[in-house]
């Protein structure tokens, strides 16, 4: 925006003259400044928006590499079931073989005091 020059308005004081010089210098500057925070504020969106493009690709990844609820209970409680079956086999065995196998036995006792465990620390 551009104001006449004071000289084409025509002023017929110098004092006149030189408000509207004034006024027109201090529209310049304003619409300057206006000018320049407008820039200013293009700019920072354009840093916000790359974030948020950045967030919601990481946000995909995320997902991609996360297992849902159901899924991840299915696994468990095959993983549990696994688990219950090769220790009655085990103790089965040892019951088979009447006790004669210590190694079986100890498999057992070991297998009784680990399987717990896993249950506990590895599958919530």
Do not use: M
């Given at each position: 925006m551009t104001v006449p020059d004071a000289k084409e308005s025509h002023c017929s004081l110098?004092?006149?003259?030189?408000?509207?010089?004034?006024?027109r210098e201090l529209i310049e500057v304003r619409a300057a400044a206006n000018a320049n925070a407008l820039r200013l504020q293009a700019k920072e969106y354009e840093r916000r928006l790359d974030d948020l493009n950045h967030a919601h690709?990481?946000?995909?990844?995320?997902?991609?590499?996360?297992?849902s609820?159901?899924?991840?209970?299915?696994?468990?409680?095959?993983?549990?079931?696994?688990l219950y079956a090769l220790e009655k086999q085990?103790?089965?065995?040892?019951?088979?073989?009447?006790?004669?196998?210590?190694?079986?036995?100890?498999?057992?006792?070991?297998?009784?005091?680990?399987?717990?465990?896993?249950?506990k620390f590895f599958v919530p």
């Open positions: 110098s004092g006149e003259c030189r408000f509207v010089t004034h006024i690709k990481r946000a995909d990844e995320q997902v991609k590499r996360t297992v609820v159901e899924v991840y209970d299915v696994n468990r409680r095959n993983d549990e079931g696994r085990l103790t089965a065995e040892v019951a088979r073989r009447g006790g004669r196998s210590e190694i079986l036995a100890g498999l057992a006792v070991v297998l009784s005091l680990v399987l717990p465990l896993i249950l």
